[in-house]
């Protein structure tokens, strides 16, 4: 099973470390081969997805990702900019579904901003559209109007990009407590209109699965006020990002969020949902259990050995339940580690 392993910039290549280090441990025919993206991309080859990494991607059975972004390559043009890497690998690869869960540990409650009885036990997943919407749309840019510099993008969605979303989410919902939140904004945008229109006629096609739908701004407030209402949400690119971000919170960290983003086949890229963040680059500080979870999705949906998925996932448990802790989840009388002691626990839990 061929791997792409793209580390990227800033904290990138130090979690990307502890999850291949983890998967090595495994003892799976996985080939592990890594190829320079985003700012370190542009260092190598003047481009944030060298071509050499684009046919590596194009070439493997999965991808695992680390992270892009730096604030010196600000200022390069847009087309050169470290975040082009993962919109053009989505595009490239057709990644159009993404999949971010959303799982209190137990023994992180007590690191998540709700009191302990609105968020204990919650298990959620959001599945975001990622190849449409106000994105992609065009046109777009910027415009003299009347004297004045006129911002514009498009919104926009078609009926068979809805309708492929939607059967994700309900799929992923038969495997889990069969309900389905879509979400949407149909009260004012015409997109949202055609949206839930789509949304509903798949559901016909899934008679097990209860639909419900959402507006946004009334989602966005119930995921602080009762997020255990929910099962599976399924969005449009824009609501996801958002939402997914909101919902990462209710974890505790930012840190401990896996996410996987597949295309029709199946193939997909696995990244932590988190960012760069150069300012803790290098100090070894970075959580990389989102990274190690990340690795432990691309084993179950797209290398299709689930049961490897499942010693990853219980080995972080027991990490947890053991009380090591990095800094972003660290709570009084439980240990702090850095974060090549994090995954060496990993590993000996394995």
């Known amino acids: 099973m061929r791997v792409a392993i793209l580390p990227g910039d800033g904290i990138g290549p130090e979690i990307i470390a502890q999850a291949t280090k983890v998967l090595r441990t495994l003892g799976l025919p996985l080939e592990l081969e890594t190829a320079p993206v ?4 542009y260092e190598a ?28 390559y600000d200022k390069l043009e847009r087309a050169k900019r470290p975040e082009q890497a993962i919109l053009g690998l989505r595009k490239a690869l057709g990644l ?15 690191a998540s901003a709700l009191k302990p009885e ?15 919407d106000i994105y992609f749309g065009e046109p777009k840019g910027v415009r003299d109007a009347g004297g004045e510099r006129e911002g514009f993008d498009t919104m926009r969605y078609r009926e068979s990009e809805i309708g492929r ?29 055609l949206w839930r229109e789509v949304v509903s006629a798949e559901a016909a096609k899934y008679p097990d699965i209860e639909l419900s739908h959402m507006y946004v701004d009334n989602c966005a407030m119930q995921l602080v006020r009762n ?12 609501f996801g990002d958002i939402l997914s971000d909101e919902a990462s919170m209710l974890t505790g960290s930012i840190g401990m969020l896996p996410s996987a983003a597949l295309n029709e086949s199946g193939k997909g890229l696995y990244e932590p949902i988190h960012g760069s963040a150069p300012d803790i680059a290098g100090r070894g500080v970075a959580n990389p259990l989102a990274t190690i979870l990340s690795a432990a999705m691309m084993l ?14 219980g080995a972080v448990a027991r990490v947890l339940q053991d009380g090591l802790r990095t800094a972003d989840i660290y709570t009084a009388g ?4 850095g974060t090549e002691q994090m995954g060496d626990a990993v590993v000996a839990a394995l």
């Open 334 to 337: 439980m240990r702090k580690v």
């Open 96 to 110: 159009f579904a993404n999949l971010r869960p959303a799982r209190v540990h137990a023994e992180l409650a007590a």
């Open 38 to 41: 985003g700012g370190a991309g």
């Open 118 to 132: 609105v968020e204990a036990g919650l298990d959620i997943l959001i599945v975001r559209e990622l190849t449409g």
């Open 227 to 238: 997020p255990k209402q929910f099962d599976v949400i399924v969005t449009g690119n824009l």
């Open 300 to 313: 179950r949906y797209s290398l299709r050995t689930p049961q490897a998925a499942e010693r990853i996932e």
């Open 165 to 193: 979303i939607a059967r994700v989410a309900f799929e992923a919902a038969r495997k889990r407590a069969r309900r389905v939140c879509s979400v949407d904004k149909a009260n004012v945008l015409e997109t949202s209109q």
């Open 45 to 72: 080859a003047g481009d944030p997805l060298p071509a050499k990494t684009l046919a590596l991607a194009k070439e493997a059975d999965a991808i695992l990702f680390g992270a892009v972004g730096d604030a010196r």
